[in-house]
């Protein structure tokens, strides 16, 4: 049977790195989880229970004692306790003075306790290194594989060698380590997984708004405007007919919206003439939505695709969310190109002619060829030879002003230093 932890182990792991006894204070789901996955990987696990002789279920191989001998056999100990029995650490204070103390624990809810889990046991134990990680990481993530859930593991702590060790475990189990700072940043880190999508709020919102905008937007020119002008009753329309046409524009919209962030990132690049300075934390958020806009507008089309399979609309109208497939490489341009090239042609003389405007209103065609065609001009712009050169030289580490500018070497965040490394290989 293949070793799990094969593929994932660094290639500069040294073999004393291999061998790190670590203690796991806790035989719930998420200590025996991440005891198994160490052993799994090369480590020595020892378990530390309020009942050693009636803990069951333990990985083979792992050693089972008491809190004060186990926390004697290593200098790592995980904490996969909760909060509410953490009184037990005031009589371990001499024994766990100097050790390290990873706390993964989380709340029920978001700021429940004044202060974070991991300052409340830094309190407790003053002697120890506590160090806040793994609280992202679930047990069924680390029993069935980091390639079915995330591998990033935030860690925080106020010594900076305790931090070092704790990464260095992490890489061997196959997960990414992020420096998240001092021990204050623990709060953060334990609120992220009581958020609902954290990375899907913005891109949810900005296409709900987009539908709203775009169906009522359609109400005034196809429902409304007939019934003033004509005494026609065209309500039946809103069940079906507009929907059908808000939810391509929608999908063309949101398709735009993935790549111009890094249009504007690459003139903002051209404009400083270096690389090394952040970008606005706007754009740093928008380039990390950039995967979850394409998927809502790939859920856009595929509304539009059933759609169109419901009512009869004309053949042609049958292909058109073939080409809003939205994919987030190389041919993501080519899928832009090809969508706003159909919505030209799909509209024809239609869009320009004077009958087409309702209360001065173009058709909604138009406004959702706006961002679009902006990012596919200014895109064709940026290929251009003399300055597609420069952007080149730029991302490679040249700077225009190399003797006078002071680049900023770190960003805000690490996940800051993400964005910029993605939509780099994009563009």
């Not at 029993?143 to 890489?171: E, P, W, Y």
Request: charge should be positive; hydrophobic fraction near 45%.
């Amino acid at each position: 049977m293949e070793n799990p932890c094969m593929n994932a182990l660094p290639l500069t792991m040294t073999s004393s790195q291999k061998q790190v006894t670590v203690c796991i204070f806790g035989t719930g789901d998420f200590g025996r989880s991440l005891g198994l996955k160490m052993l799994q990987c090369g480590h020595a696990v020892v378990y530390g229970s309020r009942n050693p002789q009636m803990s069951s279920l333990l990985p083979s191989g792992a050693e089972v004692l008491s809190y004060p001998e186990a926390a004697q056999k290593s200098d790592i100990i995980i904490v996969a306790i909760h909060r509410d029995h953490y009184n037990f650490f005031i009589d371990l204070t001499e024994v766990l003075n100097g050790k390290i103390l990873v706390d993964v624990s989380n709340n029920l809810k978001i700021n429940q306790y004044p202060e974070s889990n991991a300052e409340y046991l830094a309190q407790l134990v003053p002697g120890a290194h506590v160090v806040k990680a793994f609280n992202t990481i679930s047990a069924w993530a680390l029993q069935s594989g980091a390639l079915d859930a995330s591998r990033q593991v935030f860690v925080c702590g106020n010594d900076t060698n305790a931090k070092h060790r704790v990464m260095d475990i992490v890489r061997t189990l196959g997960l990414t380590p992020l420096d998240r700072g001092a021990l204050v940043a623990a709060k953060e880190i334990e609120n992220y997984p009581l958020q609902l999508f954290p990375m899907w709020r913005f891109p949810l919102c900005l296409s709900a708004m987009l539908c709203i905008f775009f169906f009522f937007y359609c109400v005034i020119r196809d429902i409304i405007y007939p019934y003033v002008y004509k005494k026609e009753d065209n309500t039946f329309r809103l069940a079906i007919s507009i929907p059908n046409r808000v939810f391509p524009i929608t999908a063309l919209v949101l398709l735009a919206l993935v790549y111009l962030p890094g249009v504007i990132a690459a003139i903002l690049q051209l404009y400083r003439g270096t690389k090394y300075f952040r970008f606005p934390d706007w754009l740093d958020h928008w380039m990390l939505c950039r995967k979850q806009l394409g998927l809502v507008a790939l859920g856009f089309a595929f509304l539009h695709v059933i759609y169109t399979l419901v009512i009869p609309i004309r053949y042609y109208v049958r292909w058109r969310l073939r080409n809003i497939t939205v994919t987030q490489s190389k041919l993501g341009y080519l899928t832009l190109t090809l969508c706003t090239a159909h919505t030209l042609v799909y509209g024809g003389k239609r869009f320009l002619t004077p009958s087409a405007l309702r209360w001065y209103l173009p058709s909604a065609y138009i406004l959702a060829l706006i961002a679009p065609c902006t990012v596919l001009v200014v895109k064709f712009i940026l290929i251009m030879p003399c300055i597609d050169k420069t952007l080149t030289r730029i991302r490679q580490g040249w700077e225009k002003n190399s003797k006078s500018s002071k680049p900023l070497l770190f960003r805000k965040s690490d996940v800051s230093n993400k964005a910029e490394c993605t939509w780099a290989s994009e563009i």
